[in-house]
């Protein structure tokens, strides 16, 4: 068990609150600017986007050290990297703009809703400041007593320490040398990804090598019912990040995504088109999605609850503490979140009865549901480095289409309002955990993550129009596919006459998964057991997330698990910098990327 000294205790030469200096909050302001510009049009263009703390830390070392050489440190730079990220994820919300787009131009539904930028900027401001303060209690549970992996944050506090080497010591010292080797191989991993990225055919500059393998027309089923088994997904991604994630995540987890991606995808589809249930000869991966979200998302909710409850005085204990946060765990008083929440609860049902038509209780619902979301997400986002809110936002849209059926703009705005809030918390806590490890005051990067947060709202609010204008978002010359986007306005198209749209077998594939994820989660609770007891969150995972990135990420979990067994003593210093160079080359490239590609390079 590591130790949580360094979430209490200033580390040598580091005074607590320090690192919310002048330079340091120029520094963040710039980057969450850059950060929130350049995200949307990632996101519109492959569906997601990669954590960019580690992109905004590189750019946060070349801003502060050009204005603050002197006095620059580790910790004014995890401020700018927290802005940055803060930023970025709402910045992520253009998903939310895109499917009201989609929608206006459906055929199946009626549908208006058309925010103004300026209505957009206060809307999704007001969101994500209250993802971010409902994210504050949350931080002790999963960062300091149960310490979760979340890979993310662990690769962006080994990129900050590269970027801030040891004081104290002198050059040819043990511990200079190790700070040297370290840097040396989180460099030559970040160079090995970024070039990776660089020419695969996915990042659309060029063309040498292929975004992965698969195994072609290979097709399964019976006479008259079959389905390509490529058009699941299946198939092996050339991604390094993935490769690091699953280093990091551990072989046990890694080895449950694997075996949850072949149910999801192989057997589940062969399953409902060779006995008719459901899909038609040769169904698209959507389709097959469509069914299998609803078991997924049940298990890896009813694990998640059953874990909280489980575990009720851990997290009692979290938001106890709070009481007396300034004094010893760094992070905002109760008194502070709890007086936010509120006022922004009540600016957020004020603003979308006033801009959507929206009902206070809905809002109300929303809100609150997003609580227990946001709780299930960050279990899966510390364990596995993937995050479940957009499915289990989806899940809201079905929740939504059963209290007010036909109501279009109750289904969508249940997944808006729900995944706003909840997808926020997960790039910050990725934050807190890079915090945590490196001695960081969490109150200062709440600050810092307020900061961000309405700079990417205005960046989104600002180029979100000039990226529809300029690529298109729908039609059939629309060069922005947004799939993440297209999968709610879908949802909400199907979903428009209630849960009776729900493909049959649903709900009962969703009840047994719902008791398996029960009995799992205790089981998990005796050490003993846990070895050998399923993971209901790598398998429901592995359901949702492609699997040639769930395959790639197994490979990583295998590759530290030899590691460790063949060379113990170079695994604990080398593997963790190896796999996060592998995670930040990739993440800096799929950033830098559509930057080109609106200056006119590449091909996209």
């Known amino acids: 068990m590591a130790s949580a000294v360094s979430d209490v205790a200033a580390p040598a030469g580091h005074v607590r609150g320090s690192e919310l200096s002048v330079a340091s909050v120029f520094a963040a302001i710039l980057v969450a600017a850059f950060m929130g510009v350049s995200y949307p049009y990632m996101v519109l263009k492959i569906g997601f986007g990669p954590n960019v703390s580690i992109v905004a830390a590189f750019f946060g070392f070349i801003i502060l050290s050009l204005i603050a050489r002197k006095s620059y440190d580790r910790w004014q730079n995890n401020i700018v990297q927290t802005a940055g990220t803060s930023a970025a994820m709402t910045a992520f919300m253009c998903i939310v703009l895109a499917s009201f787009d989609m929608l206006r ?14 209505q957009t900027f206060i809307w999704l401001t007001s969101l994500s400041g209250l993802g971010i303060l409902l994210s504050v209690p949350m931080r002790k549970h999963f960062v300091v007593d149960e310490e979760l992996p979340f890979p993310d944050g662990i690769a962006a506090a080994e990129t900050l320490k590269v970027l801030d ?122 389709q097959v999605l469509f069914w299998i979200m609803w078991p997924a998302i049940g298990m890896i909710v009813a694990a998640g609850m059953t874990i909280l409850v489980a575990r009720w005085r851990l997290l009692l204990e979290a938001f106890r503490g709070l009481a007396s946060a300034s004094a010893t765990t760094g992070d905002l008083p109760l008194s502070i979140v709890v007086v936010g929440v509120v006022i922004l609860a009540a600016i957020v049902c004020y603003l979308q009865e006033l801009y959507f038509g929206l009902p206070i209780w809905m809002s109300l619902v929303a809100i609150f549901l997003s609580v227990p979301l946001m709780l299930v997400g960050l279990r899966a986002l510390g364990e596995t480095n993937w995050g479940p809110i ?215």
């Open 105 to 118: 131009d459906s055929k199946i539904v009626s549908f208006a809703l058309n925010p103004t930028p300026l």
């Open 390 to 604: 957009s499915a289990l936002s989806n899940m809201m849209q079905g929740l939504f289409a059963a209290v007010a059926p036909g109501n279009v703009v109750a289904n969508i705005m249940g997944n808006a309002t729900t995944g706003t809030i909840a997808s926020t918390s997960e790039g910050l806590m990725q934050d807190y955990k890079t915090g945590h490890l490196i001695g960081s005051t969490p109150a200062a990067m709440t600050i810092a993550q307020l900061i961000g947060a309405p700079i990417g709202a205005a960046a989104l609010a600002w180029t979100y129009p000039m990226l529809v204008s300029t690529y298109g978002i729908v039609g059939e010359n629309a060069q922005l596919a947004a799939p993440t986007a297209r999968r709610a306005a879908g949802f909400a198209e199907v979903l428009s006459s209630g849960l009776s749209a729900l493909p049959p077998y649903t709900l009962e594939a969703a009840g047994v998964a719902i008791v398996l994820g029960i009995v799992f989660a205790l089981l998990e609770q005796y050490p003993k057991l846990r070895l050998f007891v399923p993971s209901s969150t790598g398998l429901s995972l592995g359901f949702l997330l492609p699997f040639a990135a769930v395959s790639t990420i197994f490979i990583g979990g295998i590759i530290g698990m030899l590691w460790m067994a063949i060379a113990p003593s170079s695994a604990k210093t080398y593997m963790v910098p190896l796999a996060s160079g592998f995670i930040a080359g990739e993440a800096l490239i799929a950033v830098l990327v559509p930057i080109l590609l609106m200056a006119g390079l590449g091909h996209p």
């Open 165 to 286: 080497p040891p004081r104290g010591t002198a050059k040819g010292d043990d511990a200079w040398l190790q700070a040297r080797r370290a840097a040396t191989v989180l460099g030559i991993g970040m160079v090995i990804s970024a070039l990776l990225m660089f020419f695969r055919a996915d990042a659309k500059m060029f063309d040498y090598i292929p975004e992965g393998w698969d195994p072609g027309a290979l097709a399964l089923g019976v006479v008259g019912a079959t389905f390509i088994v490529a058009k699941m997904g299946v198939g092996i991604s050339f991604s390094l990040l993935n490769i690091g994630s699953g280093m990091i995540i551990g072989f046990r987890v890694t080895f449950w995504l694997l075996v949850g991606g072949a149910i999801g995808w192989i057997l589940a589809p062969y399953e409902l088109v060779t006995h008719g249930i459901y899909l038609q000869n040769d169904p698209s991966r959507t």
